[in-house]
């Protein structure tokens, strides 16, 4: 689904303070934050859910390339997460993956938006 919204900065599945969550940032020249709020919810809703077939690949081609050699700032945030111990992208990681878990969550953070967090700033 498309929309001319203005810019999508970021679209990304976040952890934060033992939260799990997706972020959306968008920003748009002529669009007020109401009117972005509404576009990120009518998006999240017209998702078409993903089957077990169409996750497999998608599983595995995240894993080959977190086998890839990885640049130094990769690097670095992966010592960063290593010394805080807190979890890490890592092939065994996306292997131990299942739809099932995944599938439910992306369920739980589009349905509960009683917990989202919504940030805004206006250009004013």
């Known amino acids: ?51 077990e077939a169409t996750f497999r690949p998608l599983q595995q081609r995240l894993a080959a390339q977190i086998r890839a050699s990885r640049p130094p700032e990769a690097r670095a945030l992966s010592a960063l997460r290593q010394e805080y111990g807190l979890p890490e992208l890592t092939p065994q990681a996306v292997d131990a993956l299942r739809f099932v878990e995944v599938a439910d969550l992306a ?18």
Do not use: H
């Open 1 to 51: 689904m498309e929309q001319q919204i203005g810019y999508v900065v970021s679209c990304r599945y976040q952890r934060v303070a033992d939260r799990d969550g997706l972020l959306m940032a968008l920003q748009s020249p002529d669009r007020r934050a109401g009117e972005l709020l509404r576009c990120g919810k009518d998006f999240l809703r017209q998702l078409a859910p993903m089957d």
């Open 107 to 124: 369920r739980e953070m589009t349905r509960r938006r009683r917990r989202w967090q919504v940030l805004f700033t206006t250009g004013d």
